[in-house]
């Protein structure tokens, strides 16, 4: 497994043919394995033409009343037994025992199920169609309940004879009985039950299906209902206008909302009557209350009538709440049948599905009357694979064994690392950037080391980062826990996703923060300190610290309490920032070494990567040794300044053997020759490779080629054909060799042609890249030190600001001083979290992953390959998992 870590695993073309009679079998099987990427073989063919669209179809259906059943269980809260995926999908120890026992459901089991399933799915939806419609029942004789008892005020008002008798008042109303377009009733006060009165005779009062009654001796009609409260104002203003005012319409608002049934959603409504003249205007009214999605109502002015009404209402509530009960306590004992299998018919038909889309991909073969499969694997599984397919054949009792032929081709495979749950985040980190060429030197492993160290110098404090590594921690404990929860938030998920790489920074952080001599912004005197401050001193007076020794480990803590702290501090992260960086460059270019000699490109190591390591040694390598010497050396006891790197470097290229401060003896000869050496391998790195390449290109055309890389294409494919010859006779038959052949023939792809001109363009753009960047890439990583720098200061003005000042001014007031300490501890905490750790580390994480992403992997890495997706019932299910968890 070796082999898929550092380098992506060797890949190989396989040939399948199946027989159609275990072609499921087969399929299954290899699902379980997670081996094979297949190749589409009907790419021409259309998607609702290939052999198996119909059982895929059918699935489909299945998956949806699935998802239906689900929605239902969930909106009834009944639970659902999860289903272990262990008995279900490939394990990482998978073995063939395993696998031979964990055979798949035949076809007719699989018809059983989809009809088990479909019969559930149409019980169950009868069910919840007369327990919604029961629900829509219920909510109207609710509302009309309502409505009853909220319109009775109406009803019941009457004007006392001194109100009636005043002409003033009677002067407000005003009748119309000739349909023009004077108002039929105009009031100054909106209150119908303050201004209406109602005319009493002997007669009995009209029918309540009419909705008439009598007003100052003229007979009106109204209607009563409901409707949004936010529409009232646009039905006013409806009636008003369609009506041309001749109307009274009053409402009652309704406090409580009224859940609709169908919705699930609460709504604030509100109970309205509407008085006018003619039964064709009451008909308009109708329409436009309906079309505002308001709902009217059979209400009675006469009291017996309205107390009938309201009993009958009851009664028909009182009845349809036991029958709401029976149906729902039907629904929920199928619901929980369901719920105990519900989640295994989900994985068997996900399977089934994915099992007829991948044969769907397959080509048939109507004279051998099998099916013809390829697709890429690692070529350390193809034993297992073999095993595995042999099995299958001889537990479904046919005679025809299924054939697997490797394929010899020039195609480039897919890249394949193995990772686990450590290594996996930090893969994830690599590929977001782009996939390694097939077998590259994997960026993911370094990184593993690399990413979090960058992220630490520049977050280094023990207390935040034992904060971060104390979360990840957590998470890691509660990971299988966290794993089963299907409705994740997002932030968290990409927290729990990269779980392993946040302990890791976490501590990385506590050892940068431990040599930083930081916690919390605070120092930590663990060892004796190098320094000694004078005993005598006048209060206000600087005094200078004498060094007496040298502090075993990590930054001395008298430096905490210096004036000079900040300049010593610059200056120190600052160079250190430029050393952590051309380390990391010179890492990174070294690996491209690697990949040349892995590939044989002798060209590419002379012409690429020695004048590459020379111009950036020569320039840089030098800078950081004279930073690691300015440092060694005792500037003080030599009664020297120390010289400025920054006009040395400046100086060296413009003006060449000059010094001005000299910081080792010889140092003119020295970057002279330096200088040198960085300009000749500008023009060697810009001209060796293509003229290089030219002259092989020559010499292949001279030798009878079109070019070189025909050339090379014949060289490997005599060495194929070697290959082939030995092994077809000692494992294979002749038919199956002639058919190898035959494939290696049809998968070569046309080798490029050699042009002069394009090599010559890319090999200029690749030295104005690498000589440019290699200035800017080392300018970049000053972001360390910036990003280190300013993590510090806030993270001790915050201290000042909260802490320190609190226990100044509150120590000595007692309990209510202690109260207050606390609590200002309590928003430092919050700010310590929220902005040092969260925002704070979010800002170094994104810098860590640029320095990665662009400064060392553009020294290496082409990433021109892509990702190996194997045919997995894992990935399947996963997927099929996520897709379902209710958003």
Known sequence: MSDAIFRSADMVLVQFYIASEIARECVSVLGELGDIQFRDMNKSVNAFQRSFVKETRKFDNTERQLRYLESVIDKQHVPIVTTSYDDLIRKSTLDLEDLASRQPPTTSQMDTLSRVISDYEHNVREMADTYNDLLSRQFDLLE???VLQGTRSFFDARLSPDIVNESSELNRVRLSTDGDEESLLVEEEPLLDSRLQLEHSTSPPPPAASNEMTILGSSMNFICGTIDTDKYLTLERILWRSLRGNLYLNKVPIEEPIRDPATGEDHYRCIFVLFTHGSRLIERCRKIVESLDGKLFDVSPDYEEYRRQLVEVNDKLTDLDSVLDHTSERLVLELKEIALEIERWRIEISKEKAIYATLNLFDYDP????????????????????????????????????????????????TFFRTNKFTSAFQTIVDAYGIASYQEINPGLPAIVTFPFMF?????????????????????????????????????????????????????????????????????????SGW????????????????????????????????????????????????????????SLQLSLFNYRFFKSRIDIIGNYIPGFLFMHAIFGYLCITIVYKWSVNWI??????????????????????????????????????MLIAVVCVPWLLLFKPLALKRQNDTSIRLGYTDIHEASTADNTSLQTITTHGSSSAASTSTTAAMDNFMIEDYNEPPPIFDFGDVMINQVIHTIEFCLNCVSHTASYLRLWALSLAHNQLSSVLWDMTLKNSFVEYSKRGFAGCLIVFFIFGLWFILTVGVLVCMEGTSAMLHSLRLHWVEAMSKHFEGEGYQYTPFAFHDVLTLTDDSSAPK
């Open 144 to 146: 009309h309940r309502t």
């Open 637 to 674: 006891a030599d009664n020297k300044p120390p010289p400025s790197l920054l006009n040395m470097l400046i100086n060296m290229f413009l003006s060449p053997g000059y010094v001005d401060e000299q910081l080792f003896p010889g140092q003119k000869i020295v970057q002279v020759v330096l």
């Open 456 to 528: 630490a110098i520049m977050f280094g404090d023990m207390g935040h980062g034992f904060l971060l590594f104390l979360a990840a921690s957590i998470l890691i404990l509660k990971e299988g826990a966290i794993a089963k929860m299907k409705n994740r938030e997002e932030i968290f998920d990409m927290a729990y996703t990269g779980r392993y790489i946040l302990v890791m920074m976490g501590l990385f952080s506590m050892y940068t923060g431990f040599m930083y001599n930081d916690l919390f912004s605070r120092d930590i005197p663990l060892f004796k």
């Open 367 to 414: 004279t051998r009357r099998c099916l013809i499969a390829e697709g890429w694997m690692p070529k350390s599984d193809l034993s297992t694979v073999k095993s595995a397919l042999r099995d299958v054949t001889e537990r479904c009792g046919t005679d025809i064994n299924t054939v697997v032929n490797v394929i010899h081709t020039n195609r480039t495979p897919p």
């Open 532 to 587: 000694k401050w004078p005993s005598d001193f006048k209060e206000g007076q600087s005094i200078t610290a004498t060094q007496v020794g040298v502090y075993p480990i990590g930054l001395d803590s008298a430096w905490h309490a210096a004036e000079n702290a900040l300049l010593f501090a610059n200056s120190y992260k600052m160079k250190l920032s430029i050393l952590m960086g051309f380390i990391h460059m010179s890492y």
